[in-house]
């Protein structure tokens, strides 16, 4: 991407892009010690989002990868499965695979998005969303998504289901260093739906 095309993005855009990629890659899979590093180095503001960021950075500090590792498989995979199943099709419909998954795919296709061959999970999984949603806005697949792009996007994928995922890992049994990163999440998908709804179109 050119510097005149990275330029014509907010700094307010940037920051959301980074926040959704950010959830993407801890949810994704558990932190190495490197970004458990990084993510201890966080810091927040008053806001209910820095608030939540700041006790994140503290986790972080308090966490081992091991650790994080270890919950990171109680929770999402387990014995069979794990304590949540971070699906869109599951939250909206009860089961894996249905008719959200379809929906996404053909969103996917006409965005000249596809599932990467290293990933085998379907792609309503929450951490491909939040990665997907932070490619549009700074147009990393191409050009950035409008705010009427991005807000149908979040209105159809995301905003249905994520901020319920989000509360349920926050009290999920075996969350500790992901309630911190759900918290963040929560939040952050009440100010973008807040947002999208208070914007034009």
């Known amino acids: 991407m050119s510097e005149a095309l990275k330029m014509e993005i907010a700094e307010e855009d940037r920051l959301r892009a980074d926040l959704y ?71 909206l419909t009860g089961f894996l695979n249905e008719k959200p998954l379809a929906r996404l795919r053909d969103d996917m296709a006409l965005r000249g998005l596809e599932r990467s061959n290293t990933v ?3 792609e309503d999984n929450i951490a491909s969303l939040m990665e997907m949603m932070g490619a549009m806005i700074v147009g990393r697949f191409g050009r950035e998504a409008t705010l009427d792009q991005q807000k149908i996007f979040f209105n159809t994928h995301i905003a249905p289901w994520a901020a319920h995922f989000y509360s349920d890992l926050e009290g999920a049994k075996n969350s500790v260093f992901y309630a911190s990163v759900a918290t963040i999440g929560r939040t952050f998908m009440e100010i973008e739906t807040e947002a999208f709804r208070m914007s034009a179109g």
Not at 42 to 64: E, F, Q, R, Y
């Open 21 to 91: 990629n950010f959830l993407g890659v801890l949810l994704a899979g558990p932190p190495d010690e490197s970004l458990l590093m990084m993510t201890a180095g966080l810091s927040g503001d008053d806001s209910p989002l820095g608030k939540a960021t700041s006790t994140l950075a503290k986790m972080a500090k308090l966490s081992k990868p091991q650790t994080v590792t270890r919950e990171y498989n109680k929770l999402f995979i387990g014995l069979g499965r794990g304590e949540l199943l971070p699906y869109a099709s599951y939250y």
């Open 120 to 122: 085998f999970e379907p």
